[in-house]
C-alpha cells in the first residue's frame, strides 16, 4: 500500500489548509481512513478518521474547524483545515487501515501567528 500525502505549508493564523492523501495498492473504499499529526517534541495523535462507510471521528482541539472526507473514485483522503491555530502546526501523516496500518511520509503544516 502506498500513499502520497500533499497540501501542507505555511499559514497565517485564522487560514486554511486542505491536506490530499492518495492511496493505492489495495482496494480504498474498504480502509478507514485516518490523519494523525506530531509535533515537535510531542507524542502522535489522530486528528480525525472517516471509515470505509463514512462515520467519522475527531480529535476535541480539531472539532468544528477541521473536516475529513474520502472520494473512492479517486482514491484520496481529504482534510480541509480552517481557523488553524499556532497549535496546529505539526507533521500530518495519512494513515490507511487494512486491520494493518499504512503510514504514508508526512506533510509539514505550519501557522505563524
Known amino acids: 500500500v502506498q500513499l502520497q500525502a500533499s497540501g501542507g505549508g505555511l499559514v497565517q493564523a485564522g487560514g486554511s489548509l486542505r491536506l490530499s492523501c492518495a492511496v493505492s495498492g489495495r482496494p480504498f473504499n474498504i480502509a478507514t481512513m485516518s490523519w494523525y499529526r506530531q509535533a515537535e517534541g510531542k507524542q502522535r495523535e489522530l486528528v480525525a478518521a472517516?471509515?470505509?462507510?463514512?462515520?467519522?471521528n475527531y480529535a476535541d482541539s480539531v472539532k468544528g474547524r477541521f473536516t475529513v472526507s474520502r472520494v473512492n473514485a479517486e482514491s484520496t483522503v481529504y482534510l480541509q483545515m480552517n481557523s488553524l491555530k499556532p497549535e496546529d502546526t505539526a507533521t500530518y501523516y495519512c494513515?490507511?487501515?487494512?486491520?494493518?496500518?499504512?503510514w504514508g511520509k508526512g506533510t509539514q503544516v505550519t501557522v505563524s501567528s
Open positions: 472517516i471509515t470505509s462507510s463514512g462515520s467519522t
Open positions: 494513515v490507511a487501515n487494512y486491520y494493518n496500518m499504512y
